[in-house]
């Protein structure tokens, strides 16, 4: 059974960090490519960063410089480090996993204030 746990999220101040968790089980991390995208209501969801298997990263526009994603393959743990928070960031992230098949975590919020 494939699982994607999110934590990390919460409610910060403009300007402030946070760092987002994605523990993986059930499947063989280190071969999945994985993401962080983010949606709110109304909207569609869209990336904010992903990391190859092989390491390679790529951030939505709006994030980069601001946002880290990086991978423990020996934890199963993928993160998104958040810093320089916007409100505009006020959304909810989802972990996603690739390979052979999509699988998505359940989300976890973070709300940004002014």
């Known amino acids: 059974q494939v699982q994607l746990v999110e934590s990390g999220g919460g409610l910060v101040h403009a300007g402030g960090s946070l760092r987002l968790s994605c523990a993986a089980s059930g499947i063989i991390f280190s071969s999945y490519n994985m993401g962080w995208y983010r949606q709110v209501p109304g909207k569609q969801r869209e990336l904010v960063a992903r990391?190859?298997?092989?390491?390679?990263?790529n951030y939505a526009d709006s994030v980069k410089g601001r946002f880290t994603i990086s991978r423990d393959n020996a934890k199963n743990t993928v993160y998104l480090q958040m810093n320089t928070l916007k409100v505009e960031d006020t959304a909810v992230y989802y972990c996603r996993a690739n390979y052979d098949r999509i699988y998505w975590g359940q989300g976890t919020q973070v709300t940004v204030s002014s």
């Open positions: 990391i190859t298997s092989g390491g390679t990263t």
